[in-house]
C-alpha cells in the first residue's frame, strides 16, 4: 500500500524558509516520479514541482528561483526547500508520486495528506 506522509510545514513570516519533507513507503520509490502540489484556500489544487528518478526537474513559474526539489532515494525521501516565501505561497501542499518526462508532469497516481503553509506579511 502506498503511503505519502508530508511533514514541515507551519507559518513563517515573509521573505522566510522552510523545508517540506516526504517519506515514501509501500512501492518502489525509485521507479516513479514525484511531485509537489499546493491547493490555496478556495482555489484548485496545482501542480509546484517534480523530479523524475534521475533528477530531471521542473518548476512552476511562480517558484522557479525561489523552491528547490531534491529527493533522497537512499531514504525514499522528497524534499522541497522554499525560499523567499511570499504571502502568495500560503497553502495545503500535497506530495504525489506518478509519471512524468524531463520538464513535463503527466498525471499523479498517489496523493500524501497534505501539509499547511502559512506565509504572513
Known amino acids: 500500500q502506498v503511503q505519502l506522509v508530508e511533514s514541515g510545514g507551519g507559518s513563517v513570516q515573509a521573505g522566510g524558509p522552510l523545508r517540506l519533507s516526504c517519506v515514501a513507503s509501500?512501492?518502489?520509490?525509485?521507479?516513479?516520479?514525484m511531485a509537489w502540489f499546493r491547493q490555496a484556500a478556495g482555489k484548485q489544487r496545482e501542480w509546484v514541482s517534480h523530479?523524475?528518478?534521475?533528477?530531471?526537474?521542473g518548476y512552476s513559474d511562480s517558484v522557479k528561483g525561489r523552491f528547490t526539489i531534491s529527493r533522497d532515494n537512499a531514504k525514499n525521501t522528497l524534499y522541497l526547500q522554499m525560499n523567499n516565501l511570499k504571502p502568495e505561497d500560503t497553502a495545503m501542499y500535497y506530495c504525489?508520486?506518478?509519471?512524468?518526462?524531463?520538464?513535463?508532469?503527466?498525471?499523479?497516481?498517489?496523493w500524501g495528506q497534505g501539509t499547511q503553509v502559512t506565509v504572513s506579511s
Open positions: 523530479v523524475s528518478p534521475a533528477g530531471s526537474t
Open positions: 509501500g512501492y518502489t520509490y525509485l521507479s516513479y516520479c
Open positions: 504525489a508520486m506518478g509519471s512524468c518526462r524531463g520538464g513535463t508532469w503527466y498525471d499523479v497516481a498517489a
